[in-house]
């Protein structure tokens, strides 16, 4: 007899004489007990790991991290597609680098021009917002941006004496860049304002408000003499506001920019219309949220369509009739954040296209990559 049969032997006569179940999940003990293996968080600490394979750890969405968790706790978050971590008072992704990100930001549009009584004239068109596009900018992983999204300027009341000219947009701002509010529209013979995009001329002023270079375009002219004084169209993003035509016709507003940031393509920051007296031809939106004049012969000016920086429209007037007619509202603006891949950070309205993940501020809040 061998020795390593009379060593099997002993074996086999240990575990007949062990006490305890013997199963898949136990241990022969040297006390001749089975037992079952217990992996303790001590037992498995302080190990140095020569495994060249992997280490899992838990995974879920977002929704279903721990309802009470304690400092240190890691995991995988399958909806941001990073690994996390609870500091004690939030869940804070893990991600090594920065990262790049394709951005939008439009500003808000301005009010159009009211339509004028004692000076009979139509009211221009307000510009549209600043906007800019920055195809590749970096972003810091676990770093807080404040995204401050422009409101739309308020159109101007139409009255008996030359008053106000529509009011400006507010500027957006966010990833160090500000885009411009736009210029509100003239109202009558009252000059029309500068901005992102500058204000159309009313009937009356020959000349349009200027825009922001990089950002937009001027204002259109409106008309010096009769019959109708139609007033000239906002600046849009894209184009300079239309001028007035032949003492008839109002201008139209600028064209937008056209882009697909948001999973479809989209114009944003066009110029309102001017507005007429009597009888005139009034001015149209452009393409960009922006709004038309006000009915011929006596009408508010449209406002312009919100979330796209787009100008109101002049208002319209009826040859001395009381009340004047008055611009329509600029448009609020927005800010459009997208990047390749799964989510990595919060804040806005979060949705996904193309392999892209976009976020959309159509208010103020923070970025969070």
């Given at each position: 007899?061998?020795t ?14 062990a006490?305890?179940t ?8 040297g006390?001749?007990t ?54 004690g ?12 990100i ?36 970096l ?30 947009g ?17 109202t ?50 894209g ?13 139209n ?15 944003y920051?066009g ?22 004049g ?20 002049g ?11 008055a ?10 954040v ?32």
């Open positions: 007899i061998t390593a049969k009379i060593a099997d032997a002993n074996v086999t006569l240990a575990k007949l004489a006490t305890g013997r199963s898949a999940t136990t241990f022969l003990a006390d001749d089975f037992k079952t293996v217990a992996v303790t968080p001590t037992a498995v600490s302080d190990q140095a790991n020569s495994s060249t394979g992997y280490f899992d750890l838990p995974a879920g969405t977002t929704a279903e991290r721990p309802g009470s968790p304690g400092v240190g706790m890691q995991r995988f978050n399958t909806t941001l597609g990073n690994m996390e971590y609870y500091n008072a939030a869940w804070v992704s893990v991600t090594a680098s920065p990262y790049l394709e951005s939008l930001f439009v500003a808000g549009g301005a009010g159009g021009g009211g339509g004028g009584v004692a000076d009979s004239n139509g009211g221009g068109g307000g510009g549209a917002g600043g906007l800019i596009y920055t195809a590749s900018g972003v810091n992983p676990l770093t807080a941006y404040s995204i401050v999204v422009g409101g739309g300027g308020a159109g101007a009341a139409g009255g008996g004496a030359p008053i106000s000219s529509g009011t400006n507010s500027n957006t701002t966010g990833f160090g860049n500000t885009v411009i509010g736009g210029g509100g529209g003239g009558g013979s009252t000059n029309p304002v500068s901005g992102g995009s500058g204000g159309g001329a009313g009937g009356n002023p020959s000349g349009g408000a200027a825009g922001t270079a990089g950002q937009g375009n001027a204002g259109g002219a409106g008309a010096t003499v009769g019959p109708y004084y139609p007033g000239g169209g906002g600046g849009g993003a184009s300079v506001g239309g001028s007035q035509s032949s003492n008839a016709t109002a201008g507003g600028g064209s937008g920019l056209q882009y697909a940031i948001s999973g479809s393509n989209a114009y920051a110029g309102g219309g001017g507005g007429t007296d009597r009888g005139g031809t009034v001015g149209t939106g452009g393409a960009g949220g922006g709004g038309s006000g009915t011929s012969g006596g009408g508010n000016g449209v406002s312009a369509t919100a979330n796209t920086g787009g100008g109101g429209g208002g319209s007037n009826q040859q001395y009739t009381v009340p004047a007619y611009g329509g509202n600029g448009g609020s603006g927005i800010l459009i997208r990047y390749l891949g799964l989510q990595k950070a919060t804040g806005g309205t979060v949705t996904s296209s193309g392999g892209y993940t976009i976020h959309a501020f159509t208010s103020s809040g923070t970025f969070t990559a």
